[in-house]
């Protein structure tokens, strides 16, 4: 269940209502909007009268039943867009930010120049792995905590904030100076370290599992939101379906499907979804055309050479022609790349 709160109702009033239905042993989340604030309550609401609830608590402009399994994650909970601001990068529809970056750190001197010249074609955010999730135990597995080391050293030589991929709870304590932490797409659904990134304080970027409905993705960001996090951002990265062409099959559909569910600003990943470098341009140009908020790819300065997912990845040419694209398609769509 929840409720709209009136305009200009006092932080101390707010808090008030809060404890007391908490006192009631109900959960009481806030959910602050710029036109609208909620008090999202979650327990056995059944048998709560709304009407005598607006009438009796003075502050309460309407009470609704969220027939959602998530909530505060809801679009009905919270109409307004939640805008999440990462250093120049802006997710929300008057933007288009895209990070950009290697998949994996493989060295100091590699992630550094990739950054500066991501940065040069237009990059707002730099992408790295430094744990890397790989399905063969025998395929590289990042550098570890030297790769974040090497990607701290990237994000101070050019100002980009870094998004990086946490693989589990005990990593967190190294993912202080991170600027938002990655959860992908084999952990969305690990649930203890939802809950444990939830309360780490930053945006979480959160990538569609291969194998996950559209609700799994948004019960998983749910997680996240009733851990602490509001910044989240949701990733579609393609599923996993009888065809074999593409890596994943890019399931454009949720784009604006989400966007109706939700009010959390959703990008898309078209280098893990398709595995082939080739269909990274037109997908991105299909990106921005669906209206989401934002875009991830895979670049290298020698993909050929890479140690993970060379296939996909753009060399930096590609990349900075996709870029000088994306700005100019960006014109139609209104959107700032
Ligand atoms: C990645 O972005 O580095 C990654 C491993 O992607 P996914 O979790 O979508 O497979
Ligand atoms: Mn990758």
Known sequence: MVFVLKPNVSKEQTETFMKSWEDKGFSAILSPGTEHTAVCLIGNTANIDMDDVVHTSGIVEYGKRITERYKVAARSVHPDD????VGNAVFDRHHFPVISGPCSVESEEQII???RAVKQSGAKILRGGAFKPRSSPYSFQGLGADGLRYLLAAKKDTGLPIVTEIMNQTQLPLFEDVDIIQIGARNMQNFDLLKCAGTAGKPILLKRGPASTIEDLLLSAEYLMVSGCRDVI???RGIRTFE???RNTLDLSSVPLLKQ???LPVIVDPSHATGIRSLVRPLSHAILAVGADGLMLETHNDPAAALCDGAQSLN???FDDLMADLKLRSVIERKEV
């Open 316 to 318: 930096l040419r590609e």
């Open 244 to 246: 074999t062409a593409t």
């Open 113 to 115: 120049m990739l950054a």
């Open 234 to 236: 949701l990733c579609e």
């Open 82 to 85: 939640t805008v999440i601001k």
């Open 261 to 263: 569910k939700t009010h």
